[in-house]
């Protein structure tokens, strides 16, 4: 077993503690399901948060990265771990993320964390992913403004449409876990 398998099967025990939950609930994409995860609690958590950012860091490898975001609010916790880790490792890559509506005061941003992602390389990271549609959010946002989009990692995949939506568009999708792990 590698490093990586057993930092895996730990957070997985997080995930699957802190995280995931059965029970009637409405997801984002509006769509009614009996389980649901929550990262949050894992996400916050000092060993969820570091195991996360060293599996994150290493599907990086051989991947172009010149920043790493996301969509507040599920990408916003993996942000500034991930960023952390590559600096400490020899390969900074900042962070940014992607707001929801653009902010009506202030600096007017939609993309906040650096000035200008005109081609640069991208990883969107997401905490979980359903039908895909809420980092998609932050895909079209970053494309417009000129960024090249090199990959999108999910903590946990639903398989609920995600991963065809990111074929169908071009884009390299890589959850470290799916839905099915834990049921």
Known sequence: MTG???????LRE????????????????GKKSSFYFDMKPSMFDPEGADLMSDLIFARLAGVPCDLVGGLEMGAV?????????SRAAGRPIPGFFVRKAVKDHGTKKLIDGVSDVTGQSVVIVEDVTTTGQSAMQAV???EAAGAKITLVISIVDREDGA????REAGIPFAPLFKAHEFL
């Not at 990586?4 to 730990?10: A, G, I, L, P, Q």
């Not at 997080?14 to 029970?23: E, K, L, P, Q």
Request: net charge positive.
């Open 163 to 166: 991963e065809d939506l990111y």
């Open 140 to 142: 079209r946002a970053l």
């Open 14 to 29: 997080i995930i699957a503690r802190r995280s995931f939950f059965r029970g009637d609930i409405t997801l984002a994409s």
């Open 4 to 10: 990586n398998d057993s930092k895996r099967d730990r």
């Open 77 to 85: 916790p993996l942000i500034s771990p991930v960023s952390i880790k």
